[in-house]
């Protein structure tokens, strides 16, 4: 989230000064110039289903979404959204009303933001927070307070106490992420109608971002927000299939709310991209309807790798997080007698030819997140193998010879 530099940056405003440069560009950056293994930002490195990416060609062949798609999103698109909604999880949306497409969740979570904001009303955020949100929250002109996750027996937990202890009388929103980036922790039922007593309890809005929603292991289970009583008319839901189809770069998100909610959301929206995706969008209404069948390869195949790299990363000596869901594995690096994350990250590539993410800049309280780092396990099994296969030469060094 935070920027590494600013000073370079002497246009930038004090909004956005902060965040300069992200640590994607940087690792990234790093992963090319040593021909590291790039375990940092979460894309996966094989594409998805066949039959969905020639749904798109047929889409552009045939002239559809070419042009601009309408405002909202393409009927086809938003039928399959709100089907996929009721077939899941019994959550009914209406196709004209409480549908919005976006430009991926990033746009959705923004556009939130930017409409439901006044300056200076205070967001509770879970820490730490997916690299978009400070950013999101600052360009609206909101306060973010974070609520920190733990660690607690084996994974990353919400204080409820905590939690209820940061809103006040200017919180205007709950900004909750689960299956949660980074941690791979899922919020459970019980945390779930904690959230939301909470929040019918203070009259909040909740904006929720499951896009990891069909990325949940072993006997974990996601379950909306906006399922649970008093939620549905508060509650802007948001999704993506970038993660969940392994199509990140097609860029097709979605907002489902009631009216009022999704109005305001695309009142933002308009002025951001308007509408993007035209002929994704007709593909990715297609890899909605997909079988459950496609949903439970795909997180099986997601649990392989898990656990490959989960047992590379603590057959290296790393403490790890098994995460309960999404793309990713947090690791403590004290038992390698590390304890600063961002140092670590910066000279893994050089060490052991990884590139990994340091979680503290995740973090409002960076000391809170130093000795975290994470990675990326949506990648094909022979890259895991071999970066497993790295990273275990680090238990032979010591720990200060970079
Ligand atoms: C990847 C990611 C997003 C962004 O999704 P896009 O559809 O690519 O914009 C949003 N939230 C979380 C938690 C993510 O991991």
Known sequence: MTGMTSSARPHLNRRLAEFGTTIFAEMS?????????????????????????????????????????????????????????????????????????????????????????????????????YDSYAASIAMAGGRRVPVTLRPHAGAFRLDLDELRAAVTDRTRLLLINTPHNPTGTVLTREELAAVAELAVERDLLVVTDEVYEHLVFDDAEHTPLASFPGMRERTVTIGSAGKTYSFTGWKVGWVTAAPGLVAAVRSAKQFLTYVASGPF?????????????????????????????????????????????????????????????????RALPERAGVVAIPNAVFYDHREAGAPFVRFAFCKQTAVLEEAASRLKTLGAQSPQMS
């Open 281 to 345: 969008q007709y593909a990715v209404a297609e890899a909605l309807a997909l079988p459950d069948s496609y949903f439970a390869d795909f997180r099986t195949d997601m649990l392989a790798k898990r656990d490959l790299l989960s047992a590379g990363l603590a057959d290296a000596g790393f403490r790890v997080f098994r995460p309960a869901g999404t793309y990713f594995v947090t690791t403590d690096i004290r038992p390698l007698g590390e304890k600063d994350g961002v140092a670590f990250c």
């Open 29 to 129: 950056a790093l992963a090319a110039s040593t021909g590291a293994i790039n375990l940092g930002q979460g894309f996966p490195d094989t594409d998805g289903p066949e039959q969905i990416r020639e749904a798109a060609v047929r889409a552009l062949r045939d002239g559809r979404g070419n042009q601009y798609p309408p405002g909202p999103g393409v009927p086809e698109l938003r039928a399959a959204i709100a089907a996929h909604q009721l077939r899941r999880y019994g959550l009914s949306y209406d196709t004209d009303t409480e549908v919005l497409v976006t430009a991926g969740a990033t746009e959705a979570i923004a556009a939130a933001l930017l409409a439901l904001l006044e300056p200076g009303d205070e967001v509770v955020a879970l820490e730490p927070y």
